[in-house]
């Protein structure tokens, strides 16, 4: 039978939250589960194969990161659109048909993505689409974030990037645009792909008929060394992919000359050496890195 989507997941040492994630995936026979299984240790795939045996598991030897994970599970996929979407999240009204039909409404349209809202009482808003970059300080805002919901971001609308906690993502667009840039590992891949969408001339959209509910940052914790390496890291190397001319330059500056020193300072104040050098073994790693 022809596989319409197919829901991609990775699992690094995550067992109860994969788990909790597939309960809330009603079985249909159109729909494929695919978890990529990063290297976790205690036999992690086999537990998830055994407790669900409609799930394909493909268990990965060594760590391949968010990119490479990912990766792994769209080579196997038959579906016509892939749903890529983090362990750490649930659904409670499964309707990720509104995405199908929002991509389905464009030959424009590549990328899809759901309202996200925390997982965790009172359930506020992540993600309702974002805000442009700026191009020399490298943030943005996504739109709603920590507000209540009460209806006001229930309209669809185009945004510059994907949350890469949930996207859907059409199967040619891949095709014609390539895999996630996997030299990131782990962090603002999934902006670096939008852009490549983007560039291909094809539109990223937000829909609210579709609502999946984010437990966020399980794997590495919020204040983690693993965190603050690749965040440093990945920003400097978002824009030496992307950026060109002064606006690269500028970018540079403002990085390393004010945010780096500015965040070793803060956590060495803090008593968080680890930290500290976190920042610096990022900004170092990003000038040796492979960035094809």
């Given at each position: 039978m022809k596989i319409d989507v197919s829901i991609i997941t990775i699992n690094y040492n995550g067992l109860k939250d994969?788990?909790?994630?597939i309960e809330t995936i009603p079985s249909n026979d159109n729909l494929e589960v695919i978890v990529v299984d990063?290297?976790?240790?205690n036999q992690e795939a086999d537990i998830i194969s055994q407790k669900f045996p409609h799930v394909k598991v493909i268990?990965?030897?060594k760590n391949l990161g968010f990119a490479g994970g990912n990766n792994l599970g769209i080579k196997a996929a038959q579906g016509r659109y892939l749903f890529l979407v983090n362990n750490d999240t649930i659904f409670k009204d499964f309707n990720i048909?509104?995405?199908?039909?929002?991509?389905?409404?464009?030959?424009?349209?590549g990328v899809v993505c759901p309202k996200i809202r925390f997982a965790w009482?009172?359930?506020?808003?992540?993600?309702?689409?974002y805000t442009e970059?700026?191009?020399?300080?490298?943030?943005?805002?996504?739109?709603?974030?920590?507000e209540e919901d009460h209806g006001q971001y229930n309209t669809a609308h185009s945004t510059p990037y994907a949350h890469g906690a949930a996207m859907l993502i059409k199967r040619e667009a891949i095709e014609k645009v390539g895999?996630?840039?996997?030299?990131?590992?782990?962090?603002?891949?999934?902006?670096?792909?939008?852009?490549?969408?983007?560039r291909a001339d094809y539109q990223i959209w937000y829909e609210p008929k579709c609502t999946i509910y984010?437990?966020?940052?399980?794997?590495?914790?919020?204040?983690?060394?693993?965190?603050?390496?690749?965040?440093?890291?990945?920003?400097?190397?978002?824009?030496?992919?992307?950026?060109?001319?002064?606006?690269?330059?500028?970018?540079?500056?403002?990085?390393?000359?004010?945010?780096?020193p500015r965040d070793i300072l803060k956590f060495t104040f803090q008593g968080r050496i680890d930290l500290a050098k976190a920042v610096i073994k990022g900004i170092c790693h990003c000038h040796s890195s492979i960035i094809n």
């Open positions: 994969t788990c909790e994630l990063n290297a976790s240790q268990r990965s030897d048909q509104s995405l199908i039909n929002r991509a389905e409404s464009s030959d424009k349209i009482k009172p359930q506020p808003i992540q993600f309702a689409g970059l700026s191009m020399i300080t490298i943030r943005n805002r996504a739109i709603g974030f920590g895999l996630m840039p996997e030299c990131y590992f782990l962090y603002y891949e999934e902006l670096d792909w939008s852009m490549m969408f983007t984010h437990k966020e940052s399980q794997a590495t914790g919020q204040n983690s060394p693993l965190r603050t390496y690749y965040i440093t890291r990945n920003r400097l190397l978002l824009v030496r992919r992307n950026w060109d001319g002064l606006s690269k330059y500028l970018s540079y500056c403002y990085l390393t000359g004010l945010v780096a």
